[in-house]
Structures are given as C-alpha cells and as structure tokens.
C-alpha cells in the first residue's frame, strides 16, 4: 500500500470507508435477498477513473460475500486474458475460485468442501451419510446447463469419496477446462467436445458449477472481474463488438439462470463505460436516466459510479483515520508519535492532495502517504511522510 496504493489483497474491509451505504445495499437487495435467498443471479458494473478504489471496492465486496457463506472468483481482465475466449476465461474463474473459510483455491478444494457442507449438514452420522449419498446421487437429475459437468462433477465427488486419488485428479482436470483432452475424456467415459463446440461447453460449465455449488448448500457465488477497462480495450473494432456481443449475451444468460446463485461484478473506467453505449444492445440494460442512477438511490441500476462524491477531502481524511487506527488499535507495542500527532498530520496530507488537484487518483495517492506515515511512525517513530535517508560514506582509501 505504500509503495503502490493498491488494494492488499486480504483485509479489505477493514479499513474501506466511503461506501458503507453501498455495501449495505448490495448485501441486502442481492447478497441475501435475490442470490441467497431465491437463488437468482445479477451483475454489476462498478465504474470510475484509475486509482479511485474499484479493486478494493470489488475485494471489499468478496470479503463481505465470504464471511456469509459465498464462494468467491477474483480474476483480472488485463491485457493478457481474451475475454472473447470463453475457455480461458472459465479457467482463470476456476483457478482463483475460494470457498467460504477455505484458504485453498481451485476446483479440487471446490469440490471438497461441497461434498464436506453436505455431509456435515446433519449431527448424526449414519444419517448424514445417507443424505450425502442421496445427493450424490441426484446430481444427474439436477437441471445443470451443462449435463456433461454434473457426470463428472458426480465422479468426482465419488472418487473424492473413495479416496480415488487418480480418478479424483482425472475428473477435476475435465472440470477445470480439458474438455478437449481425448485421453482424459476417455478415462471418464465422455466424449471429447469439438473445437467449434468448446466455447459453448465452457461458457455452460461455468454456469453449471456455479449451480453445483448452490445444488452443494452454499449461499451463491461472487465473481469480480477487475481491470475489465483492460481487457475490453481491443485495438481491433470488430474485437470491441464482439466483446460488447458477449457482454450482453452475459447478462441475459445470468437473468435467466435458473438456481445458479451467482453475482458477476466488473470494474470499468469512465471511457470504457462509455463505449459500451455505443452498442445499442448493451445500452438498453445497462443505461440508467439522470436521477435514477445507483448513487441516486436506484438498488437496480446496473452501474455504480465511485467518482463521485461530495467531500473529496473529508472522504481522505477518513482513508486515512481509518488507517491510523488500525495501527494504533493492533500494533502491540508502544509507538513515539501521540496517535493525535498522527491524526494532524493526516488531516494536513489530505489537504495537500485536494489542493494538487490529483482527483482521479486522490484516494490511491492518500492511501500511499498515509502508509508511508504510519510505517515510519511504527519502524522509526519519525512523524514524517518520507524520512530522509542519509548517502552512503564513502570508503577511505
């Protein structure tokens, strides 16, 4: 944090200020009301300029999601990862997948806790073993959008039950996007799915696991997609509209999902958001009038605007008090500087950055001096925002 002002990638929580009121929202009208409760799914897009906190907007959101129960997927849309490519982007969402208290990732540990949440769902052992089977069983008769994943995802299980190592390790390979493998596929007693059909196959088995894992007792899925103003910038226009394409076939598919129980939330900049209402198709469902926006009071709106605010400096100043705190709350020894110096010292940084007039970045640029504050606070006990380092002595000779 305070080399770069980025968001850590643990611990989020907190010290986020700022959105609470947010955050309130979303938990209530989709975390627990539309995914938790009735199974449904929905999507947002969280939008604003470089530096005003959309990661840790995102990974504050996965730390509340986690805490209630949900399996969480953080995976970065950068330059390198094709949105247009449906497999490779199934995969990353499977590499990055964390079960709730689980420190694990991965479709293996996926898999582990679903069948260890349905065998401890009852206290008394050989009844429980009877309702794991029944479930076990009744994953072929579940409505999954891909009937591919729940055979295997059943064989997996089973294997995992069994303690079938290598078949455990063949099945989750399939899971995790070898749909193609012909030897893998074989071992399973699949078929291996065509070239011209892995697109379709990858974009049903995301939908499929995150029905597996509600069909498995937990609450939904949260997937957040960062940095998508990077991977949905294409020097190619065709590209842009066949992201764009994409993106709207999204959103009606997650309307449309039946018990899949999942939220996608994307990070975009102000010119990517803008570019998406260019495509009329996208316009329509994602398009909020004036006054009727998210920060406007308006739960449904599909955008939510971070660059927005009404006290750019009072909003600094709790950046970082809340930082202050943590420090002075949790640091376990004594440090030299009063925390009240501390505090002065803050309020006077926040007022230096309103008056550099560094706006798009103003709450990443807080957070890198306040953490350059408070670690030589700690480390040196020099209420400094950059302690001077003295030049090396030269040797004599």
Known sequence: MASNGVAPAEGCSLFGVGYENVFERLNKVYL?????????????????????????????????????????????????????????????????????????????????????????????????????????????????????????????????????????????????????????????????????????????????????????????TVVCLDEADIGFQQTSKDKIQKILALLRADIGVINDLVGGAVFFVYALTNEVAQSMMQYDALKQRIFSAPGYGFMDGNDYAALISLSTTTDREAELRKIGHRLADLLYDHAGVPLAVDKSQAINKITQIAAEIIEEDISSSSRREMTKRTSILLLNILNRGSLEAAAAVAPPEEDEV
């Open 32 to 220: 627990q009301d539309r995914i938790a409760s009735r199974g449904g799914s929905a999507e947002k897009f969280v939008v604003g300029p470089f530096g005003s906190g959309k990661t840790h907007f995102l990974r504050q959101l996965m730390e509340i999601a986690a805490a209630q129960g949900f399996a969480t997927s953080e995976v970065s849309l950068d330059k390198d990862l094709d949105y247009s490519n449906r497999l490779l982007v199934y995969k990353e969402i499977v590499r990055n997948l964390r079960m709730p208290g689980s420190s694990g990732r991965g479709m293996r540990e996926m898999l582990a806790a679903c069948a260890k949440n349905v065998q401890g769902m009852l206290p008394d052992p050989d009844a429980a073993e009877a309702a794991f089977q029944g479930w076990l069983n009744g994953i072929t008769d579940h409505d999954f959008k891909l009937d591919k994943f729940a055979r295997v995802a059943q064989k997996a299980v089973r294997y995992y039950d069994q303690q079938d190592q290598d078949g455990f390790q063949t099945a989750c390979q399939w899971l995790e996007g070898a749909f193609d493998n012909k030897e893998i596929a074989s071992r399973l007693g699949e078929q291996p799915v065509k070239d011209d059909e892995l697109k379709l196959c990858a974009s049903q088995a995301m939908f499929s696991m995150f029905q597996f894992i509600r069909y498995a007792g937990f609450k939904g």
